[in-house]
């Protein structure tokens, strides 16, 4: 209803993907810095008492909106050059975010724990669920709860405030990896040491407590399951200076595109380590992975077999990469299951995959899908992020041309997907 990764009615762009498929991917290609890493950090600065320069930033959409959260609460946030973005926090920072971006993106709530950390006070308007599944933020306020804060829902808005936070043991029901973000911030500054267990592990977790480490916090344990905060006094004054990670989704989502045209793909700029999961996956469908530092050469002659996904979170399968496998699977021999277990309902683009002629089953949690020889082009339209990479994935191998519409979700997260993907020598193109 709120998140646009997924907002229920899609609202239509005019501009429309072409693929004609079955060319297949050759190349190198450069990949782009961590969406879920940089939206985190940009609200981590929140907290800074210097200037905060994140290099390696994607330009994307999402990226703009944040920019609009925290220059909406008074900060001031500029480019520096392509890929640097400069953030100044004034005096009389803010403490309600503005309504118009966090409806437009849900990573907004990130904002919080900075701001109750620092402000001692935070407004939001209430995130929903959207069409991934039901996106509830109660572990967070529980974890908020238990550092002494007061959390108060009413009129569409949480509001939670606290004269002083007192650090707490807190144990997540779920490794929830905007709860766990946002229960780190929040305790930076409290009284007493933090514990939070079953805290999520993933690498976007790690640049955060190296971020905040830079501030003066005192962190450790982000990576593994037990993150310990030890409150501080005030943070440094110095300036940082930070260059974030690359972005493992996107790294995977070329692998896919690689495996499922037969290609051959170097990909630069990359932590193999982060795509592990999936590169174990796609060595057992047939295809070969080579890592070499921080580059990965993808191989494939398009003889892909079957295989089972569980989705889980880092480092298990990732519910971000989902869809795209989905739609690789959708063209192995033999019968695949997809079981999704991070969010409730994320198999909506699969009647559009259906509609280029995969053949796929979803029962509750699982996609049970059945390899077919070739899909065929179609026109399709992609209901949010990552699905919309999926039926990208899916036009790269179909017979003939595929459309896609809803780039508006795309653009959110990828950095210009499509030249990229034609540099590698698809036959793709955005048309106005
Ligand atoms: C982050 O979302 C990512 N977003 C998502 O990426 C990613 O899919 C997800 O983590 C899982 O890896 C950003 O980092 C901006 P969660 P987040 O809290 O933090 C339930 C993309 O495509 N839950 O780990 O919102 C929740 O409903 C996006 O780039 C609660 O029940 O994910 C979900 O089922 C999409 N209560 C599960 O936990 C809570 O208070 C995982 O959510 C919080 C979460």
């Known amino acids: 209803m709120i998140d646009t990764e997924a907002v229920q009615t899609v609202t239509r762009n005019e501009n429309k993907l072409e693929i004609v498929g079955r060319k297949p991917l050759n190349g190198v290609v450069k990949i782009s810095g961590a969406k879920n890493a940089v939206l985190k950090l940009m609200a981590a600065a929140l907290l800074s008492n210097n200037d905060c320069l994140i290099?390696?930033?994607p330009r994307i959409r999402d990226v703009e909106t944040m920019i609009g959260v925290l220059n909406g609460l008074g900060a001031e946030t500029?480019?520096?050059?392509?890929?640097?973005i400069r953030i100044?926090?004034?005096?009389?920072?803010?403490?309600?975010?503005?309504?118009?971006?966090?409806?437009?993106?849900?990573?907004?709530?990130?904002?919080?724990?900075?701001?109750?950390?620092?402000?001692?006070?935070?407004?939001?308007?209430?995130?929903?669920?959207?069409?991934?599944?039901?996106?509830?933020?109660?572990l967070h306020l529980k974890g908020f709860q238990a550092l002494g804060a007061e959390v108060i829902e009413e009129h569409g808005y949480v509001y939670v405030r606290a004269d002083k936070l007192k650090g707490a043991e807190i144990h997540l029901d779920f490794p929830s990896v905007g709860a766990t973000e946002n229960i780190m911030s929040a305790a930076i500054l409290a009284e007493g040491t933090t514990v939070i267990r079953n805290a999520a592990k993933e690498p976007e977790i790690i640049e955060e407590q190296n971020f905040y480490n830079r501030l003066g916090a005192r962190i450790r344990g982000a990576g593994t399951?037990?993150?310990?905060?030890?409150?501080?006094?005030?943070?440094?004054?110095?300036?940082?200076?930070?260059?974030?990670?690359?972005?493992?989704?996107?790294?995977?989502?070329?692998?896919?595109?690689?495996?499922?045209?037969?290609?051959?793909?170097?990909?630069?700029?990359?932590?193999?380590?982060?795509?592990?999961?999936?590169?174990?996956?796609?060595?057992?469908?047939?295809?070969?992975?080579?890592?070499n530092g921080e580059k990965l050469r993808v191989v494939s002659d398009g003889r892909l077999k079957a295989a089972d996904v569980t989705v889980l979170p880092y480092p298990g399968f990732p519910t971000d990469l989902q869809p795209q496998i989905t739609a690789l699977l959708a063209v192995?021999?033999?019968?695949?299951?997809?079981?999704?277990?991070?969010?409730?309902?994320?198999?909506?683009?699969?009647?559009?995959?259906?509609?280029?002629?995969a053949v796929i089953r979803v029962e509750s949690r699982s996609a049970i899908v059945k390899g077919v020889k070739r899909l065929s082009g179609a026109s399709v339209c992609a209901p949010d992020l990552r699905a919309g990479a999926a039926l990208v994935i899916a036009g790269l191998a179909a017979d003939g041309l595929t459309t896609i519409e809803g780039l508006q979700y795309l653009d959110r997260g990828y950095v210009a997907l499509e030249k990229k993907l034609a540099a590698l020598g698809a036959d793709i193109q955005r048309v106005e």
């Open 55 to 57: 290099r390696n930033v």
């Open 225 to 291: 399951d037990t993150i310990r905060i030890e409150g501080v006094k005030q943070l440094n004054n110095r300036m940082t200076d930070y260059t974030v990670i690359p972005d493992r989704i996107e790294a995977g989502t070329f692998m896919i595109a690689a495996a499922i045209t037969g290609g051959d793909v170097v990909l630069e700029d990359v932590i193999p380590e982060h795509v592990e999961a999936l590169a174990s996956k796609l060595r057992e469908i047939g295809v070969t992975i080579e890592a």
């Open 78 to 84: 500029v480019w520096e050059d392509e890929s640097t």
């Open 332 to 357: 192995a021999n033999g019968t695949s299951v997809i079981t999704e277990n991070v969010f409730g309902s994320r198999f909506r683009y699969v009647d559009e995959l259906i509609r280029m002629g």
């Open 88 to 138: 100044q926090i004034k005096d009389g920072l803010g403490y309600a975010a503005p309504d118009q971006y966090v409806r437009e993106m849900r990573a907004s709530v990130q904002v919080m724990g900075p701001l109750l950390a620092r402000l001692g006070k935070v407004k939001l308007f209430q995130p929903g669920g959207c069409i991934i599944g039901q996106r509830p933020i109660d």
